[in-house]
Every structure is written in structure tokens, then in C-alpha cells.
């Protein structure tokens, strides 16, 4: 057995459906379990081995000539390959069977020095609606294949690995070849009750026969969730690998493959992430390592389409690693790590927060007491809702001793109640293969954040004291509260924003001009206004609005720049307030009886209100 991210892969489930967990995993000559006789390591003992040998023929302080079955280079390209499912409860084999396809010809796989054979993925699926399989595949750079497991009874406790299906690209079609991920997600994304197989650019239906393939060929990361609101059901968010592909970055319907929005870029596009980081939009945002044409890489609203990209960022983007749950909002935060290149070694862990307004990132959290794993990859040895409060726990080996784990929950209060994020199917099957070879987070089946957008705001119109603003209704979510008001927040000449105003539900005050669009489109809904009043003239001010939620300001909206005018009018005085004034008025005309002299003063008008 090779060790590694991309070769032992192992599923932790209940298998046979009994309340208690069994362990799936390939397996070899040798595979042993070992159980103490009185909970101490002293006490171990071997109660089971697979294959033709146990531990009395395989001494640790030599190797085993019989069974040694590594190459020259260390590559096993020889001897049996099995498939095994182990109790949880006491490391007991239930059953072992052959691994299916067995490696065969090596070459087949995409090389002639066992690279490529040797590449799996895993993951558990209720592809029959209602009890689970374990999915175990080989080979997705040219040859792909997949194979189902399941138990089956035999009477009393007495259970069988049993074969629910197999696909190969060698049966199905030779389009199928080089279309895998290194990476998985199930998803029932017909709706039908029954999981399919997202493999990456190929999707496998319930019954092992292929749904669709998008033909973009290999990818290293991938999100599924309900990215699009405008789309019915669930989305893909891929990015891939080959430069010669009609996009590397692109999102799609994960049930029917169509296209939904991407873009080339004309480089192995190995980071993209997909999420919703910005509250000032709809949905959720996607974002990859590189941008158009190999060009800035930018954060892009999931309204997007084929013919209209909508960027929300213009200079930069978070970290393209791992997202999860953190603080007390409904929208994701982002983990990543500082990692040494030249020593190739981990030096801390970090959780951040995306701002949309200066397109950096707040840190929430950062420590050196944790390392994380798979080099440069950056990733924690599992993210997920362990407790239940619906913020995702961390878990990774400590930084002094790596037979140590560490576990770090949030310290962030929230008003939020959500559902523990483990009793969504989607979910609990993302944490069963999240860390198989390149780790990507487990996601739910529907956008927690479904709902939420900030207000859109824009002047409306400026006098000299005076800033009109107009701006659309917020919206907290469907998991979120209601909006009981607004507050306008000010800054003067680029200066710190003030709350200037709250303005609750039953003050406000329709626009006049119900229209309103931006570079997200026009809005359907209401219009708001809200004057500004003395202010003063030829200045800039600038405006968020932040929707008043269940006591406190909830998630501000994009800024917009209003700069007064330089001379007043009768609109100044609206309200009635009585004040001196002068206006400046054409030098070359004398309305307000104003003599020569007056004019060699300096004076152009008089006007007394």
C-alpha cells in the first residue's frame, strides 16, 4: 500500500446500517488490526490480516523479502489488490474482496512508470435513495473508473461486500477518458432522492452510467452547492488543468453540464474557489488563480454569464485554498496557511474574512501552534461542524508533535440558529470525502447565505447642502431576520464613516424615480430615497447603507461618492430655513441692480433671501 493523499483513501460510514461505523479501504498483503486487551498500546494484540500474511512474517527491524512489492523507485506495480471493510467498533475485517479494476497493465493509465495507475478517490453515496455505498475509483488522466460497494446480509450479523456497479471509460467510451478530478463530490443533483457521482468534468448517475461530461477535461479543485439563484438547483464550480480547453474556469448545472458562465484562461488553472464572501450581491462569488486570458484575477458575481462577466473586485482576490463556516454571519470565511517555499515546510494557519470595500482580507485567526499538511496545498486534517452549533470546527496536527492533533472552535458569538450542517446529506457525504487526495470543503445543499443582498445604492442628485440618495430594499435571507430599518452611514473627504441616520421601516420614504440600475442589472423592488441636509459645498461625501437587523447594523453596501455643488439654489432651502447667501452669478450680466464699482469689488451678484 502506497501512502499518500492521491493513494490511501478510506471511507468512515454505516455501512450495514446498524448505528455503528465500518471502515472502508484498500487493502494488500499485509493489512493487519490489531485490538488491546486492556486499552493500553502495551496491550495490543493482531485479531485479523488480510491476505497471505499477518504480522509473524513481517518483522519491523527488516523488510520482508517475500513481501516486499515496492520497485527499485518505490512504485508498487505488483501483487494482489483488495478491497476491505473493517468493524469500527473493534477493527474486525467484516469482509475483503478483489479491487476493482485491478491495476492490469500499467501503461494503461496514462504512463509507463506507475504514476497515474495509482491514483484513487473515495467517497460514500446513497445511490439506491436509501442505504449507503462505498464509491472507490482508479485512474482519471486518461483511463477512468469507478466501482460501488456496499454490505449486504447473510443472515444474523453475518455480512458481505457485494458490487452494486462498475464504470469504466474502456466500456462507456474513450470521451469519457482524462475527465476526472483530483477530487469527488456526490450530490443528488437530479432530485430524484438517489446521489450521483460529480467525478469533475464527467458526472456518473446512481446507476454507474454516465449523466454527462462537460469535456474540459482534468481539474484540481470543485465546488457544489446552489451557487446561481437565477438557475434551479445545484451548480458545479470547476476549475481545470488543460491550457487547450474552451475555458479553465467555469461554472455549470450540475445536472444537465450546461455551461453557465466561465472564462480562459490559457494556463493549468489549479485554485478556484466558489463561495459567497460578498453580501453586496446575490448568490455566491467565484474566483480562480488567474483571470481572463492569464490577466488580474478578479472576484466575479455568480449572475454572471457567458456574454457578461460581472467582476466584484478589481485589484485583487482572497485566498483560493478552503473556505468554512467561522464567524457569527451567514456568509463563508476563508482558511489558508503560511507555508516556507524554500524550506517546503508549514509555519502557521489562518482564518480570514473577505472585505469587498478594500478587497483585502480581515483576520479573524492566526496561530503557529497548528501545521498544516500536503505542502503547499495548505490543508487542516478535516473542517466541519463537529459540535453542532453550525460554525465549522478545525482539526490538525499540532505544530510541536505531529502524533498530536489540535481541535480550535470559534469564540464567536452569533444570532444566528441554524440546523447542525451534519443533518444535510450533501454535507455529511462532503465530510466523508473531504480529505481525499486535494481536500475541498464540504458544502451544503442549499446556500445558507440564499437571500442575502445589501442594498444598492446611488445619488440620486446633489445641491450645495444637499445629497439625494437613492437605494434598493435589503434583504437578511431566508435563514436570516427580518429588516427592521436602515442606517446610513457618512464619511467626509475619504475620512471615517459616521452613522448619520436610522431611519426604521415605517420612515421611509419612496423614491420618486422607481427605477434603478448598476452593473449588476436593474433591480426588481423598491426604491428608497433619503436627503442628506447640511452639508457643506464643493465637498465630497461619501455613503453605505447597512440594513438594521435583530437590534444591530447587519452587512454594509457598496460605497458611492457624492460631491456637492459649489454654488447654492432655491432646492438648498426646501425646508423653509431662512439664511444669507451669495451666489455667484455671469460677471457679465447686472440682474440684482449691482453698480460698476461694486463689480471692480469683486462682487458678480447679491441675493438676500
Given at each position: 500500500i502506497r501512502s499518500g493523499a492521491h493513494y490511501t483513501q478510506f471511507q468512515v460510514w454505516d455501512f450495514n446500517c446498524d448505528g455503528k461505523a465500518e471502515i472502508a479501504v484498500k487493502t494488500a498483503d499485509g493489512t493487519t488490526t490489531h485490538r488491546s486487551k486492556d486499552g493500553t498500546?502495551?496491550?495490543?494484540?493482531?485479531?485479523?490480516?488480510?491476505?497471505?500474511?499477518?504480522?509473524?512474517?513481517?518483522?519491523?527491524?527488516?523488510?520482508?523479502?517475500?513481501?516486499?512489492?515496492?520497485?527499485?523507485?518505490?512504485?508498487?506495480?505488483?501483487?494482489?489488490?483488495?478491497?476491505?471493510?473493517?468493524?469500527g467498533v473493534d477493527g474486525s475485517i467484516i469482509d475483503t474482496t478483489n479491487y476493482i479494476p485491478a491495476r492490469g497493465n500499467v501503461s494503461d493509465w496514462g504512463d509507463g512508470y506507475g504514476n497515474r495507475v495509482d491514483r484513487f478517490l473515495s467517497a460514500t453515496a446513497y445511490l439506491n435513495g436509501s442505504t449507503p455505498s462505498a464509491v472507490f475509483t482508479r485512474g482519471y488522466y486518461t483511463r477512468a473508473t469507478a466501482t460501488a460497494y456496499s454490505l449486504r446480509n447473510v443472515g444474523g450479523n453475518k455480512y458481505k461486500i457485494q458490487v452494486d456497479w462498475t464504470f469504466d471509460s474502456n466500456v462507456s467510451g474513450r470521451q469519457y477518458e482524462g475527465q476526472g478530478n483530483h477530487g469527488i463530490s456526490v450530490n443528488d443533483v437530479d432530485f430524484d432522492g438517489k446521489d450521483e457521482i460529480i467525478f469533475g468534468a464527467l458526472c456518473i448517475d446512481h446507476d454507474g452510467r454516465p449523466k454527462y461530461n462537460t469535456g474540459l477535461g482534468h481539474g484540481d479543485a470543485m465546488h457544489v452547492c446552489d451557487w446561481v439563484p437565477s438557475n434551479p438547483g445545484l451548480e458545479v464550480f470547476r476549475v481545470g488543468e488543460h491550457s487547450n480547453a474552451k475555458y479553465q474556469v467555469e461554472m455549470y448545472d450540475a445536472n444537465t453540464g450546461k455551461i453557465l458562465a466561465g472564462y480562459y484562461t490559457g494556463k493549468d488553472t489549479g485554485r478556484g474557489v466558489a463561495a459567497d464572501i460578498d453580501p453586496t450581491a446575490l448568490g455566491a462569488e467565484f474566483w480562480a488563480s488567474y483571470g481572463v486570458n492569464a490577466g488580474q484575477a478578479r472576484v466575479y458575481s455568480s449572475l454572471s454569464t457567458l456574454n457578461n462577466l460581472i467582476p466584484l473586485s478589481q485589484r485583487s482576490i482572497p485566498s483560493s485554498n478552503f473556505t468554512l463556516f467561522w464567524d457569527g454571519d451567514l456568509l463563508s470565511e476563508l482558511q489558508d496557511h503560511n507555508f516556507n517555499a524554500s524550506a517546503y515546510a508549514p509555519m502557521g494557519i489562518n482564518i480570514q474574512k473577505w472585505n469587498n470595500e478594500t478587497e483585502s482580507v480581515d483576520t479573524l485567526l492566526y496561530t503557529t501552534q497548528l501545521?498544516?499538511?500536503?505542502?503547499?496545498?495548505?490543508?487542516?486534517?478535516?473542517?466541519?461542524?463537529?459540535?453542532?452549533?453550525?460554525?465549522?470546527?478545525?482539526?490538525?496536527?499540532?505544530a510541536t508533535d505531529s502524533n498530536v492533533v489540535r481541535i480550535y472552535s470559534t469564540t464567536i458569538q452569533t444570532d444566528y440558529v441554524v440546523p447542525c450542517l451534519l443533518e444535510d446529506r450533501a454535507y455529511r457525504e462532503g465530510i466523508g470525502w473531504q480529505n481525499v487526495a486535494y481536500n475541498q470543503p464540504a458544502n451544503l445543499s442549499y446556500l445558507l447565505s440564499e437571500g442575502v443582498e445589501t442594498s444598492r445604492l446611488k445619488v440620486e442628485k446633489t445641491t450645495a447642502t444637499t445629497a439625494k440618495l437613492n437605494f434598493t430594499a435589503a434583504s437578511d435571507g431566508k435563514y436570516g431576520f427580518a429588516v427592521d430599518g436602515y442606517q446610513i452611514y457618512r464619511s467626509k473627504n475619504n475620512g471615517r464613516y459616521e452613522l448619520v441616520a436610522t431611519v426604521m421601516n415605517d420612515q421611509l420614504q419612496l423614491a420618486t424615480n422607481q427605477s434603478f440600475t448598476d452593473n449588476l442589472g436593474q433591480t426588481r423592488g423598491t426604491v428608497y430615497e433619503y436627503i442628506d441636509r447640511k452639508l457643506d459645498k464643493s465637498t465630497k461625501y461619501s455613503y453605505m447603507i447597512a440594513a438594521y437587523v435583530n437590534g444591530r447594523s447587519s452587512y454594509m453596501s457598496r460605497a458611492v461618492d457624492a460631491v456637492t455643488a459649489n454654488y447654492e439654489s432655491e432646492e438648498d432651502y426646501a425646508d423653509g430655513e431662512y439664511r444669507e447667501v451669495i451666489s455667484y452669478v455671469d460677471v457679465n450680466r447686472f440682474d440684482f441692480g449691482i453698480n460698476t464699482a461694486d463689480v471692480e469689488n469683486g462682487w458678480t451678484g447679491v441675493t438676500v433671501n
Open positions: 498500546p502495551g496491550g495490543l494484540y493482531e485479531n485479523g490480516h488480510v491476505g497471505a500474511c499477518s504480522t509473524a512474517v513481517l518483522p519491523s527491524h527488516r523488510i520482508s523479502a517475500q513481501y516486499d512489492y515496492r520497485n527499485s523507485a518505490g512504485y508498487i506495480l505488483s501483487g494482489p489488490e483488495y478491497f476491505t471493510m473493517f468493524s501545521h498544516s499538511s500536503n505542502g503547499s496545498k495548505g490543508n487542516l486534517g478535516l473542517v466541519g461542524d463537529i459540535l453542532g452549533d453550525w460554525r465549522e470546527e478545525i482539526i490538525a496536527r499540532s
